[in-house]
């Protein structure tokens, strides 16, 4: 299979996912848009026109996914680096630790992710003592699985002066929260040599396109990355084959996020932190910490962001995920209306990331203001139920309620998933399966409705509604997939009357009931030009 944006190509004899023809087996890719999409018979008309005819051989075409929510050069150091996200036990953590350390080059910074202390049976983390005694003294920046805490060893402290005296530095045995966190951060990264930078750019980039991912939503900031390796990314985007990438940048300064070149001034605009490090900002205490969690904007902050991005023409954002947090969004967001007018704060699509803990009110604030959930389900599936760490966090009850995407849709609140990679995998159809088989069975939604968000979400969350379906005129940003029976669900279904009655008149999905085979993604194509083939096998 090939393809390329100034060829014309028929690929026929397979499924086509498209709502133009839901019994589609063939389309025609023109110019890097999609031209027609229809039957096999009345593709042969086409089959003398063309640069290339591809046999789909039975394979599905679906629109290739879209991650609203990916931190591109830490997913790319955790694919070909230090990840512990596997690791099941702090002894486990350590040996992971000394082996890698071991095989680096001595002049470089040692940097992982992925640890998380609450599935571990010790139930902590590694103390600076042990880690300066497993890295030989080396500089180590290893953050929390949420990316919201980390440990580090000495030497990485001896590379930011003052360090001690900033909020949430913490002695050797607790983790670093805050701008204590945020300051390592900087210097970690900072001590990536340009080259460094661009192999993790190229390995993330790489590994989506493998899994049928066409865009990444980049989401960097000053607290997050840095400008130089947003712009980094954003020119190696745009000047190698790949998913292309949207940028949003972090930071109250409007018009230094579109200098970089970004879609907003959004992304990870901190709210509060995360419920993992205890940072998520709560209206009541957690069940297993003293605090509340951090607030690190109020709604009159926010509202004033939110005017002065809707006045300059650029998306407005927060990260959001405790029930004060979302409020306060809320509030400013609602307080931005009153100013310039609910129907321009509609029409901007302002964005909330990972809103997990949504009162009643808060879904109705949601789908008055017009603001798009760019949500991750595999949250609930990595740290819902009744046993995981959200409960741990929050009670039973509260946990329960998190991640209410069922009543988000039925309020009319468009959802945009991604993956907030590398806090949870790239892997599109893992999330939607998270999303349809959500541990709470009250925010379930259907398979069709997940994989609509994943697609169409998300580009129209960056404001295009032209993109994310296969349908004439539509870019030519497709996957190919080898994948078992194709499902049809009624649009009232969560997960079950599945059938597979083509009389339905509604395009078929791939079966992702937990314990089976995920679709295989054989192809994927972005603008008409093929960015992954899977080697013969």
């Known amino acids: 299979m090939s393809a ?57 075409v679906t629109p290739a996914f879209v991650d609203a929510h990916v931190h591109t050069t830490a997913t790319g150091l955790a694919l070909t680096g230090l990840d512990l996200s596997a690791a099941a036990s702090l002894a486990e953590a350590a040996d992971r630790i000394r082996a890698y350390a071991a095989a680096r080059p001595a002049d470089r910074i040692l940097i992982g992710h992925g640890w998380d202390a609450a599935r571990w049976p010790e139930r902590r983390p590694l103390t600076r003592a042990e880690l300066d005694e497993l890295t030989g003294a080396r500089p180590l920046y290893l953050t929390r699985i949420d990316v919201h805490s980390c440990v580090v060893t000495t ?39 340009p080259q460094q930078r661009t192999e993790a750019q190229r390995a993330a980039r790489g590994h989506a396109a493998s899994l049928g991912i066409g865009t990444l939503h980049e989401c960097g900031g000053p607290e997050i990355s840095s400008e130089d390796d947003f712009t980094g990314l954003l020119d190696l985007a745009r000047s190698e084959p790949g ?10 300064d409007i018009e230094r996020a579109r200098a970089l070149g970004a879609l907003g001034a959004a992304g990870d605009l901190f709210a509060d932190g995360s419920l993992g490090s205890h940072t998520a900002c709560l209206h009541e205490r957690y069940a297993d910490h003293s605090g509340t969690g951090s607030a690190h904007l109020d709604a009159a902050a926010v509202a004033a962001h939110v005017v002065g991005c809707t006045e300059a023409g650029l998306q407005a954002g927060f990260h959001a ?22 129907a321009r704060i509609r029409a901007a699509r302002h964005r909330v990331e990972h809103a997990e803990m949504l009162s009643p009110e808060a879904i109705a604030g949601f789908a008055e203001l017009g603001l798009t959930a760019s ?10 139920g009744d046993g995981g760490m959200y409960a741990d966090r ?6 329960r309620a998190l991640n209410p995407y069922a009543a988000l849709l039925r309020a009319g609140v468009p959802l945009a998933f991604g993956s907030d990679s590398p806090v949870t995998p790239l892997d599109p159809w893992g999330t939607l399966r998270a999303a ?23 580009w129209r969350a960056v404001g295009r509604d032209d993109a994310g379906t296969l349908v004439p005129g539509a870019p030519a940003d497709y996957a190919v997939w080898r994948t078992g029976e194709l499902l049809v669900q009624a649009p009232d279904d969560r997960v079950a009357r ?40």
């Open 4 to 60: 390329n944006e100034h060829r014309t190509v028929l690929l026929r004899g397979g499924e086509v996912h498209s709502p133009a023809d839901p019994f589609a087996t063939a389309m025609v890719v023109e110019r890097g848009h999609v031209a027609w999409v229809g039957s096999e018979g009345a593709a042969d008309a086409f089959a003398s026109g063309v640069d290339e005819v591809v046999d789909l051989e039975g394979a599905l």
């Open 155 to 193: 030497a990485l402290l001896d590379l930011v002066p003052g360090i001690r005296e900033l909020d949430g530095f913490h002695d050797g045995q607790q983790p670093l929260t805050g701008d204590a966190h945020h300051a390592v951060r900087a210097a970690a990264y900072a001590a990536l040599s």
């Open 243 to 252: 998913p292309r990438v949207v940028g949003y940048w972090a930071d109250l």
């Open 321 to 342: 995920i405790g029930d004060a947090a979302v409020d306060a969004v809320v509030e400013g967001m609602r307080a931005a209306a009153e100013k310039l007018g609910l």
């Open 375 to 384: 949500v991750q389900p595999a949250f609930d599936a990595y740290w819902g």
């Open 394 to 399: 929050l009670g039973v009850e509260r946990a």
């Open 436 to 458: 349809a088989f959500h541990r709470t069975p009250e925010h379930r939604v259907s398979v069709r409705a997940a994989f609509t968000a994943h697609t169409r979400g998300g």
């Open 498 to 537: 599945w059938s597979t009655d083509p009389r339905s008149g509604t395009p078929g999905l791939p079966d992702l009931t937990p314990g089976g085979d995920l679709p295989v993604c054989l192809e994927t194509v972005v603008s008409g030009q093929t960015v992954f083939v899977r080697p013969n096998e």
